[in-house]
């Protein structure tokens, strides 16, 4: 029997403020990446688990494009193993639309394909107390 947590994804998407820019030509640091790698795993452990769950560490952790001011980010995991009491995730920052300024102040476009930016696999536990174990 297959547990139907494996294979779970779940998505966000968010608009990079340009309170965040942090280098010139308005470039986000690659950290906030893993900021948003944060927030999408604590809802994966919420809906497979029950609890916020913790992040214990990341694998294989790839910058591929910039992140700007101004984009908006597509961030998604999805749960590739599941442990007893730990999930591992692959997770995937893409940039879905890009400010244009070339055009104008407030010119924008969708990116069609996305730009992938940051890649990882990361490593979620969730307490024992809480977690439901459904392996076979």
């Known amino acids: 029997m297959t547990d139907a947590r494996l294979g779970l994804t779940v998505t ?20 906030y990446a893993l900021g948003l790698f944060g927030d999408v795993a604590t809802e994966v452990c919420i809906r497979t688990d029950g609890d916020e769950g913790l992040f214990a560490g990341y694998a294989d952790v790839r910058f591929l494009a910039p992140i700007h001011a101004g984009d908006v980010v597509q961030v998604t995991a999805r749960v590739s193993r ?3 009491r730990s ?29 992938v930016a940051v890649t ?14 459904r392996e076979e």
């Not at 966000?12 to 950290?31: C, F, I, K, W």
């Open 120 to 133: 990882a696999t990361g490593t979620v536990v969730v307490p024992a107390a809480t977690s439901v174990s």
């Open 87 to 115: 999930r591992t995730l692959e997770l995937s920052c893409a940039v879905v639309c890009r400010g244009r300024p070339d055009r104008s102040a407030s010119a924008a476009e969708v990116l069609d394909p996305p730009i």
């Open 12 to 31: 966000h998407r968010r608009y990079v403020p340009y309170s965040h820019a942090h280098y010139a030509g308005n470039l986000v640091d690659g950290a």
């Open 82 to 84: 599941l442990g007893t």
